[in-house]
């Protein structure tokens, strides 16, 4: 197959991408460990994005400091999920599933690839995508109904909450950008609603800005877990994006059933 110039604007979109590509090389803009949110690209970037033949991008505003880059090249662009209100689908493996066929057709229409072969690795990944989210299903199902909320550092969790039955008691940034600031009057009626309810856990970003998340937990005596969102270093355990899921889910529960 002679896919030409695939780029993805996160490393996590970029292995899906090569996956469904069957292993067809898929660039990307934000580097591992980046925030997604606060992304900046350089000439660079945009001479990149110029000269490819196809985008995957997440889309939602989760790329915001690339929008306006995006919106100006005349490269194909395939937005994940488009104007979601929530654009952390990864944290969903079925509906990352839901989204591979959108992703395939848009592989197959301008990245040269054979229909054929794209639609066996994507079915291949479907299945993988599948046991994943059975794994984590099985993980997460015995935390026991009083321990299953949390707050989060932003609204990062939503989807991962809603298809694991777990709860989000709320958030210290009212945002899905963790670019936002919290009020002080927000994180007081958030602290005494915590303990009112008895809701001890607070997941934040690794290496996110968290500083009034640990203010929030010195104030209620909650447990921080650092859980990551975005691919870590190519080779470690957070690498891959079946690694890091598993890890999210691993983490959470630990914490959840302290």
Aim: proline share 5%; aromatic share 4%.
């Amino acid at each position: 197959m002679q896919g030409v110039g695939i780029l993805a604007t996160t490393p996590l979109w970029a292995e899906l991408a090569s996956t469904v590509a069957c292993g067809q090389s898929v660039g990307f803009l934000i580097p591992r460990g980046a925030d997604h949110h606060g992304f900046e690209p350089s000439l660079a970037d945009r001479g990149r994005l110029d000269a490819a033949s196809l985008v995957v991008a997440n889309g939602g505003g989760l790329e915001g400091g690339l929008e306006d880059t995006l919106a100006a090249t005349p490269t194909p662009i395939h937005s994940i999920v488009g104007n979601a209100a929530d654009p952390h689908i990864w944290l969903d493996p079925i509906s990352v599933a839901e989204a591979l066929p959108a992703l395939a057709s848009a592989l197959i229409d301008h990245a040269g690839l054979n229909p054929a072969d794209i639609e066996a690795c994507r079915l291949d990944l479907d299945t993988r995508l599948r046991s994943l989210d059975e794994d984590v299903q099985g993980l997460l199902s015995t935390i026991p109904a009083s321990r299953r909320s949390f707050v989060t550092d932003h609204a990062m969790l939503g989807r991962f909450a809603d298809r694991y039955h777990l709860g989000v008691f709320g958030t210290v940034l009212e945002s899905h950008s963790s670019m936002a600031e919290p009020s002080a009057h927000d994180l007081e009626a958030l602290a005494e609603e915590m303990s009112e309810q008895g809701v001890a856990v607070i997941a934040i970003e690794e290496a996110g800005h968290d500083d009034d998340s640990r203010r929030l937990a010195e104030r209620t005596g909650a447990t921080i877990v650092e859980i990551p969102l975005r691919l870590g270093p190519e080779g470690s355990p957070t690498g891959t994006y079946e690694g890091m899921l598993r890890i999210l889910a691993e983490r959470l529960d630990d914490a959840l059933r302290g």
